[in-house]
Each structure stands twice: as structure tokens, then as C-alpha cells.
């Protein structure tokens, strides 16, 4: 099965961008970023700059803007079974240099996760002008950490945003 991946969620005003590889099956079922119930992105990103986590997707992601973060995924399209990023094939990127083009202004890239970097060093390659910075996954595959583990480790984005 072909997936496709979501628009990126971006302004002029955004200078961090998260990047994952792909939409999870029930994100693209439900057409909603991190839309797995128990994907913890929301929660850490919601905790990382003291906020309640709001039930409706538009919140969440207006709040994205709000803080200047833009959200994308390296991969525009791919085929295989189920939502672990081990299980893609035939993987097609996302146009970077169409986008950097329109939004100059991004600073940071924050990869979800080791295989959305190597996915991005292997398709785009690394910009000395940019920060690249790789977090531990959200998804709760990676059960090897906490979700306080997690949250540790993503506080350099809040740290960054807040530089701003």
C-alpha cells in the first residue's frame, strides 16, 4: 500500500521545524500528525512549555504555530506494512530545497526520530547553515524510554524556541 504523507504545518514566522518520516497508518486514517492515541508527541510537546493538551488537532497544531514551529515529515510517500519506520520501501522525500526556498528563515531541524535523520542525510543532506538535532522517538514502540525520559530529552526544543 502507497502512503502519502500530510502538508507540512509552516508559516513565514517559523524558525524550528520537527521532522518525522512518515505518518503513522492511524495518522492517515485520521488525517491527524502523532494521531495514534498513544503516540506521546502531543504530551511532550504540550509539557515542554507547561500547557494542557487540548483534545481538538487544530488547537495543537495552531499551538505549533503559535511558538513558531513548523512540522513536516522527511518522506513524501512510501509503501509498506503497518507504521514502523523499519517496514519502509520504495520511499519517495519531500521537495526540502522547494521548501528551505520558501522558508529561509527555519534555523533548527529537530528529527523524531534516528530513522527520519537517516532518511534525511541519505535524501537531502546536511545544510552547515542550519542546527540539526535528533530526539528520541515519540512513538511508544520505543518503549526503552520513559515518557519523562523523553521529555528530558526533548527539552532542548523548548530551550531553542524560547531563545527566539
Known sequence: MRK???????????KVLILGTMPSEESLRKQERYGHKS???????????????????????????????????????CEGKGSLDSSIKNEKPNNFKKFFKEYPQI????????????????????DTKKKFITLPSPSSANARMTLDQKIEQWKILAEIVNSY
Open 4 to 14: 502519502i504523507a500530510f502538508d507540512p504545518i509552516v508559516n513565514k514566522d517559523c
Open 107 to 126: 534555523e533548527h531541524i529537530f528529527f523524531t526520530s534516528k530513522k527520519a535523520e537517516e532518511f534525511y542525510k541519505k535524501y537531502v543532506g546536511f
Open 39 to 77: 503516540n506521546q508527541f502531543w504530551r511532550i510537546i504540550f509539557t515542554l512549555f507547561g500547557e494542557e493538551l487540548p483534545d481538538s488537532y487544530k488547537e495543537k497544531s495552531d499551538f505549533l504555530i503559535k511558538k513558531n514551529i513548523a512540522i513536516w515529515d522527511v518522506l513524501e510517500s
